[in-house]
């Protein structure tokens, strides 16, 4: 038979503090950010989402990611995808204020939901730690991850990350993936033209291809080739 054991006020002050750490270690992860300045992350929460859906509708999804460093990185892709994805990615600190408030007037004037308001940093933290389900729950947790980034990881590294992990199709993960199976070829040789049709494709990679000339993509590319002739070389 079990006996209640009493603890005294000064033991059960040290109990709570101590759950109090693994929680906040478990839940926020600042030690697994931290550490992601010495490794690359192998299999992120998204792929792992990925390989669950597909599991429960009786298919096996292989994941196709291969890591490369940002310089090996072709600068038409890496300044496409800030253009489209995060033009302020280098002056904010998580959170882009103004694209937020553009994404909100946005949907209301078409009174739906068709441009998000996500940094690059805040599609790192969702990518690795978290699923695409929308909640309220999740944007909150999103957001701690997105400053622990910031905090812990330079703009250099949350790029290289993002370039690495991002879905650019069914089970493809990552530029050179990505640009080994639409292109067949590495992603530092990526012409200006490829790049954008790449990133055309990022809203919705398992719907559209950038080598099919979808209503989509066209549309897609021929915004993307006005900014994209029209701003500034970014900073590496």
Not at 23 to 32: N, W
Request: no cysteine.
């Amino acid at each position: 038979m079990w006996k209640k054991v009493k603890l005294n006020k000064r033991k059960r002050n040290w109990i709570i503090a101590i759950a109090s750490i693994f929680l906040f270690l478990y839940i926020f992860k600042p030690i697994q950010i931290i550490m992601l300045n010495f490794y690359n992350p192998k299999m992120t929460s998204m792929m792992k989402y990925r390989i669950e859906e597909a599991k429960k509708k009786g298919k096996t999804l292989k994941i196709n990611q291969r890591w490369v460093p940002l310089s090996k990185i072709s600068p038409n892709l890496v300044r496409a995808v800030i253009i489209s994805e995060d033009a302020n990615f280098f002056k904010h600190n998580g959170f882009d204020i103004e694209g937020i408030k553009y994404a909100i007037k946005v949907n209301l004037k078409k009174r739906r939901f068709v441009r998000g308001g996500s940094t690059i940093s805040q599609q790192v933290a969702k990518n690795l730690f978290l699923n695409p389900k929308k909640s309220i729950i999740r944007k909150i947790y999103e957001a701690f991850l997105t400053v622990e980034l910031e905090l812990f990881l330079s703009k250099k590294r949350i790029l290289e990350i993002y370039l690495n992990i991002v879905e650019w199709g069914n089970g493809i993960f990552g530029a050179e993936s990505a640009s080994l199976y639409y292109f067949h070829k590495h992603s530092s040789s990526l012409d200006e033209e490829e790049a954008l049709r790449l990133t055309a494709v990022l809203p919705n990679p398992r719907r559209y291809s950038p080598i099919k000339d979808s209503f989509f993509l066209m549309n897609r590319l021929r915004k993307l080739r006005d900014n994209f002739y029209t701003n500034g070389i970014i900073r590496r």
